[in-house]
């Protein structure tokens, strides 16, 4: 399997997550909101870039967030399916060599890298919201 194949199964397993979190957030806007902008002849773009799309943000980065943890996980286990080189393919080659401690490292390792990723998208994501989190919308996950 090559890279760009693996770029494609990555791609495609986190494009729903995203889709769906995304459609949800838009038929969750307040109908009230998008009323009040049509009253003002405010125009359709600046209705979705100044109503719209910070009403569905909470929405499109919790899809964003889960996609992160898929695209870790098809990542690694595209690697230890035909791959190469990387993580997975690591785990793999310690397993058949039968040396655990080398891939409970790896396993580790992956685990750390996990929780690195989305404690860096958790914060990214309290900065682009700080309004929503602060609202008392949402409890502090941080």
């Known amino acids: 399997m090559d890279d760009a194949l693996k770029i494609f199964i990555v791609a495609f397993s986190t494009f729903f997550p995203v889709l769906v979190n995304t459609v949800g957030g838009v038929r969750a806007v307040d109908p009230v909101a998008i009323d009040v902008a049509r009253t ?44 190469s080189a990387g993580i997975g393919y690591y785990l793999m080659t310690m397993q058949y060599a039968m040396r655990a401690s ?30 929503y989190h602060s609202s008392g919308t949402v409890e502090e996950s941080l």
């Open 102 to 131: 080398d891939m409970y490292a790896a396993i580790v390792l992956l685990a750390m890298v996990g929780y690195a990723l989305n404690r860096g998208f958790l914060t990214i994501e309290h900065r682009l919201l700080h309004w």
């Open 40 to 83: 003002l002849h405010v125009g359709r773009l600046r209705t979705v870039c100044m109503v719209v799309l910070p009403a569905s943000l909470p929405y499109i980065l919790a899809g964003m967030r889960i996609s992160l943890a898929l695209a870790l996980i098809v990542t690694v286990v595209a690697e230890m399916i035909a791959g």
